[in-house]
């Protein structure tokens, strides 16, 4: 079993910057790659869109379109925490977060990860 905690959401203006961090305990975190995913108000669980995903080592990431250029996944082995900068935030990014654990790739399709957070709320005011 892996546990995730996430913070750091909250109520930002249009253009502000959060983090939003991740910590891990149970099974070695460097075992699993990780990612980030949201749900926006109105969708369903089973509508959670990829954000952003990062291998084992932390030397791959993807990102989707929407977020390319703005949010930057990272990961810190030794802290077993994963971490989402999100920056030049736009009231679209609105949205509860998740971080999930994939114990064997990085994927974009939700179904594929084993372990998920409990999530946190972004809101961005326009």
């Known amino acids: 079993q892996v546990q995730l905690v996430e913070s750091g959401g909250g109520l930002v203006q249009t253009g502000g910057s959060l983090r939003l961090s991740c910590a891990a305990s149970?099974?070695?975190?460097?075992?699993?790659?990780m990612g980030w995913f949201r749900q926006a108000p109105g969708k369903e669980r089973k509508e959670r869109e990829f954000?952003?995903?990062?291998?084992?080592?932390?030397?791959?990431?993807h990102y989707a379109d929407s977020v390319k250029g703005r949010f930057t996944i990272s990961r810190d082995n030794d802290q077993n925490t994963v971490y989402l900068q999100m920056d030049r935030l736009k009231p679209e990014d609105t949205a509860v977060y998740y971080c999930?654990?994939?114990?064997?790739?990085?994927?974009?399709?939700?179904?594929?990860?084993?372990?998920w957070g409990q999530g946190t709320q972004v809101t961005v005011s326009s």
């Open positions: 954000v952003a995903t990062i291998n084992t080592s932390g030397g791959s990431t």
């Open positions: 999930a654990a994939n114990l064997y790739y990085i994927d974009y399709d939700a179904d594929t990860y084993d372990y």
């Open positions: 149970g099974r070695p975190f460097n075992n699993y790659a």
